[in-house]
């Protein structure tokens, strides 16, 4: 059995600034595209970073109606080369189990010790599960602006995405395409034999691949699904059932097809990785 698993560790760097730092700007919409921004104070178990609102806030309220949400984490350096941070997007969830919420409480307590825990019942906690994010250092080398000049370079990495697996695509022109979802452990999200409806990409979580009631492969954080039966207009080679509680982006069958047939390459791409893929299925291992 195979376990294929994305960029899903940051590198220490990036880690190690996100836990130096306390505060995390937000930023939401309405479902009707009403922005917000709002800072809160966050911990993080790697990528994932955690905060607590009040339920009743414009932020909780954003997130209920549109989970997608993009975050900024730095601190002001008057001299630019001095400036470091993290921007990045994701999906925002509230943390319903008790086990969770016990734990990320557990997390605000270490970093923040002078904070008294207070009502936790009054507030909710809410999981950014990243989709991308960026580390800005101008700290190094090639770091050419003098401090404080207006339009200096800002240098930027990327740290962690989960489109890193995916073939050539513009990461811009298929995230608008892409529609968030989730799954509790035991759902199956597609069924061997079913048609190609949509295409997948796995954010958090983990899922197997299940083909005559055995299982194939696990998926993590980062791996994409859903590709052969569309490109090859064929019944779905597996199911795909989660095995954690999971976040997904989905992708109707025919805007793939219309992003894979603008992105050069792409098809060509994704032959290989069906073509890699299939020698495990058609050999039964
Ligand atoms: P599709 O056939 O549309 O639906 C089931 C999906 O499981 C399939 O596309 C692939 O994305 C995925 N899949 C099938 N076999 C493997 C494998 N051996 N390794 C990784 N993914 C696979």
Same mark, same amino acid.
């Given at each position: 059995?195979?376990?294929?698993?994305?960029?899903?560790?940051?590198?220490?760097?990036?880690?190690?600034?996100?836990?130096?730092?306390?505060?995390?700007?937000?930023?939401?919409?309405?479902?009707?595209?009403?922005?917000?921004?709002?800072?809160?104070?966050?911990?993080?178990?790697?990528?994932?970073?955690?905060?607590?609102?009040r339920?009743?806030?414009?932020?909780?309220?954003?997130?209920?109606?549109?989970?997608?949400?993009?975050?900024?984490?730095d601190?002001?350096a008057?001299?630019?080369?001095? &400036?470091k941070?993290?921007? %990045?997007?994701?999906?925002? !969830?509230?943390?319903?189990? +008790?086990?969770? $919420? *016990? /734990?990320?409480?557990?997390l605000?307590?270490?970093?923040?010790?002078?904070?008294?825990?207070?009502?936790?019942?009054?507030?909710?906690?809410?999981?950014?599960?990243?989709?991308?994010?960026?580390?800005?250092?101008?700290?190094?080398?090639?770091?050419?602006?003098?401090?404080?000049?207006?339009?200096?370079?800002?240098?930027?990495?990327?740290?962690?995405?989960?489109f890193?697996?995916?073939?050539?695509?513009? &990461?811009?022109?298929i995230? %608008?395409?892409l529609?968030? !979802?989730?799954?509790?452990? +035991?759902?199956? $999200? *597609? /069924?061997?034999?079913g048609?190609?409806?949509?295409?997948?990409?796995?954010?958090?979580?983990?899922?197997?691949?299940?083909?005559?009631?055995?299982?194939?492969?696990?998926?993590?954080?980062?791996?994409?699904?859903?590709?052969?039966?569309?490109?090859?207009?064929?019944?779905?080679?597996?199911?795909?059932?989660?095995?954690?509680?999971?976040?997904?982006?989905?992708?109707?069958?025919?805007?793939?097809?219309?992003?894979?047939?603008?992105?050069?390459?792409?098809?060509?791409?994704?032959?290989k990785?069906?073509r890699?893929?299939?020698?495990?299925?058609?050999?039964?291992?």
């Amino acid at each position: 059995m195979t376990t294929e698993r994305a960029m899903v560790e940051l590198p220490p760097h990036v880690l190690e600034y996100l836990s130096a730092q306390r505060t995390l700007t937000l930023a939401t919409a309405s479902l009707a595209g009403v922005p917000r921004a709002s800072t809160f104070l966050y911990v993080n178990d790697g990528p994932t970073l955690y905060f607590w609102s009040r339920p009743q806030t414009t932020t909780a309220r954003h997130i209920e109606q549109n989970p997608t949400v993009s975050f900024a984490v730095d601190d002001f350096a008057s001299d630019l080369r001095q &400036t470091k941070g993290v921007q %990045g997007s994701g999906e925002c !969830s509230v943390l319903l189990s +008790g086990e969770e $919420i *016990a /734990r990320v409480a557990d997390l605000f307590g270490r970093k923040f010790p002078d904070l008294s825990p207070g009502n936790t019942m009054s507030i909710s906690f809410f999981r950014v599960a990243p989709i991308e994010l960026e580390f800005i250092d101008n700290s190094g080398e090639g770091a050419s602006a003098p401090g404080g000049t207006f339009g200096a370079e800002f240098h930027r990495e990327r740290s962690y995405s989960v489109f890193e697996n995916l073939p050539a695509f513009d &990461t811009d022109t298929i995230t %608008g395409q892409l529609q968030p !979802s989730t799954a509790d452990a +035991g759902d199956v $999200i *597609a /069924r061997e034999g079913g048609p190609a409806d949509k295409f997948f990409v796995l954010v958090e979580g983990e899922v197997e691949l299940v083909r005559g009631g055995a299982v194939l492969a696990t998926l993590g954080p980062g791996a994409f699904f859903g590709e052969m039966a569309i490109m090859r207009d064929v019944p779905r080679s597996a199911s795909v059932r989660a095995t954690k509680p999971s976040k997904l982006l989905a992708m109707e069958r025919d805007a793939f097809r219309d992003v894979m047939a603008q992105a050069l390459g792409t098809t060509a791409e994704f032959d290989k990785v069906i073509r890699d893929r299939l020698g495990p299925l058609e050999s039964g291992v």
